[in-house]
């Protein structure tokens, strides 16, 4: 076979493996930039702003849902899978942003909510009202809430149940999540096809994948709690094969807040979903921060099994959702409502609606540290718009809505983020735009903005961050933690001193050496002992 022919079939094979030594960064349309006066984000906004991500090192956005809704979930509600709410802007405009970020070699996933639909969807409203119209086999319908009873439910601060009553219909219709979004039947062939047709329909248009919302959930099969069934595996192998065959590149990330070992089976023998979410890790940074151990941290990593090659997880400290407490006992969870939460109107479902700025107590130190573990664990990161220069919460608006306030571009009044007049209220206090702003942190070399733009160039020119492997090294000390990453002969110790006080940690003859420090890029010598300040890190380099 020709050289040339093999080092293209290489590059090709490394170019569809992008997601693997990627930085992600999610983004709400709504609340990011807002072009044209009307206080709400939209496309061409964000279009705008595409500078700004490349610059901060950005390979990928996920934008949250576009679709047309009634926003009870702020549009993982969806009324019309085809289209974009015209808030935002046009099918169109949508092509111009994802040609616009390809130019900047930047790709772009949507969120595609297959498990249920809002309520104002045609094809809810059609099935409601008339048991023979073929969408009413669409949604999952019951004379009696007394089955699937051993699915738990998830939204527990404003669900009941997972049935809900519907008078028109003269039945109850089943749902995970709120009442307004029924889930759709995936017993039905003709709910399997048109969905695949929705995604077919995105990828059509240039989207470079989806962050599946919700996936445990597709299927109920009574006994069991509905969740990770091995229809769903059937399904979304499906969903993969589609992709693999006809749009090769484009990924699947996987929402699954699930322990480690039952996310596995969602990336398949690689052939299911490209990327999963590490939901563990991320409670475990918190703990280890507050109680200045990393015991729980390691625990977790070693309890999560080794995925295919060609996969890879997706790890986070923030979203758009509350931060989950699902995977931690209830112990933990306790605790970490009492650290983490201390006013009730912090907490929501199992959950915290804070940002992390404000969880990490504005402290410079602990937010650059949990950067530090995001960037250097196994997993590609995910920046939360607006973390990368530690934006505030807003406790007062209602649901997660408080985790979802406008982008910070400036100090001028609204933040550049519209002309207009804002669709919520603007952060005020601590974490106002005349405080927190991207444009004064771009000025400044020593600004969080300026550090995290650096994390994310050092993680990216290092493929030993890209792999899925880590070596813990033990020091004897429980409140640093140190390990390593490796590829072929590329080594990096990465060293976390998780307490507010110095820390000592014994090097292991073996990884006494010579190296440098990534950040100072000066020569660095491990020898027997390394001093730690507090809260500080070092990513020393072989
Ligand atoms: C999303 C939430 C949403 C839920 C229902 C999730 O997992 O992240 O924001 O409320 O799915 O669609």
């Known amino acids: 076979m020709k050289r040339w022919f093999i080092a293209w079939c290489h590059k090709m094979i490394n170019n569809n493996l992008w997601y693997k030594n990627a930085v992600f960064y999610e983004i ?39 679709y047309p809704s009634p926003l009870r979930d702020d549009g ?24 616009a970020a390809h130019q900047r070699n930047i790709r772009i996933i949507m969120d595609l909510v297959l498990n249920h639909t809002s309520d104002a969807n045609p094809w809810f409203q059609a099935a409601r009202s008339d048991k023979n119209s073929p969408y009413r086999d669409y949604y999952v319908w019951s004379d009696t809430d007394q089955i699937y009873k051993d699915a738990r439910i998830i939204f527990v601060d404003t669900e ?40 077919r329909f995105w990828l ?32 979304l192998k499906k969903l993969r094969s589609i992709m693999d065959e006809h749009y090769p590149g484009r990924i699947l990330l996987c929402e699954a807040n699930q322990w480690p070992e039952d996310v596995r089976p969602y990336f398949g023998d690689g052939d299911e979903f490209h990327m999963g979410f590490h939901f563990p890790i991320m409670p475990r940074i918190y703990m280890a921060l507050k109680k200045g151990r990393f015991e729980d941290m390691e625990e977790i990593m070693r309890r999560t099994p080794p995925i295919p090659e060609n996969c890879q997880w997706c790890t986070f400290l923030r979203n758009h959702d509350e931060l989950t407490l699902e995977m931690v006992t209830e112990e933990e969870r306790q605790w970490m409502w009492k650290e983490y939460a201390p006013e009730p109107n912090m907490k929501l479902n199992l ?33 939360y718009y607006g973390d990368e220069i530690g934006m505030g919460d807003n406790l007062n608006l209602f649901d997660r809505n408080g985790v979802r306030t406008p982008m910070q571009w400036d100090d001028s009044t609204n933040g550049g983020f519209t002309s207009g007049t804002p669709f919520t209220e603007m952060v005020q206090g601590e974490y106002s735009c005349q405080k927190v702003n991207v444009a004064e942190q771009m000025k400044s070399p020593n600004s969080l903005l300026r550090t995290i733009q650096k994390m994310i160039a050092l993680r990216k020119q290092y493929a030993a961050f890209g ?31 998780l307490s507010n006080a110095i820390q000592t940690v014994q090097i292991p003859a073996q990884y006494q050496m010579t190296g440098r420090d990534l950040f100072s890029n000066q020569s660095f010598s491990l020898e027997q002992q390394l001093e730690l300040q507090p809260y500080s890190y070092y990513w020393f380099h072989k």
Not at 473 to 483: D, H, K, L, Q, R
Request: net charge negative; with cysteine.
């Open 28 to 66: 709400s349309v709504r609340a990011f930039k807002d072009s044209d006066g009307d206080g709400r984000g939209d496309l061409r906004g964000l279009t705008e702003k595409l500078d700004y991500l490349q610059a901060l090192g950005v390979d990928c956005i996920w934008i949250m849902p576009i």
């Open 76 to 99: 993982y509600d969806i009324a019309d899978y085809y289209s974009v709410d015209p808030a935002y802007g046009s099918l169109d405009q949508l092509k111009v942003l994802i040609e």
């Open 160 to 199: 009941r149940s997972n049935w809900t009553w519907d008078e028109q219909a003269g039945q109850y219709f089943w749902h995970r999540f709120y009442s307004t979004q029924p889930d759709l039947n995936f017993d039905n062939p003709r709910v399997q096809e048109e969905m695949l047709n929705v995604a």
């Open 204 to 235: 059509d248009l240039g989207i470079d994948g989806f962050r599946a919302d919700a996936v445990p959930y597709l299927f109920e099969r009574e006994g069991t709690n509905c969740e990770n069934l091995p229809e769903t595996h059937v399904y």
């Open 351 to 383: 959950g915290i609606r804070r940002r992390l700025a404000p969880l990490l107590d504005n402290d410079r130190r602990k937010i650059e540290l949990a950067n530090s573990l995001l960037f250097t664990l196994p997993g590609t990161p995910i920046i």
């Open 467 to 497: 792999g899925s492997d880590m070596e813990w090294i033990e020091t004897g000390n429980p409140a640093v933690s140190v390990y390593l990453r490796r590829h072929d002969d590329d080594v990096i110790i990465v060293f976390n001193n």
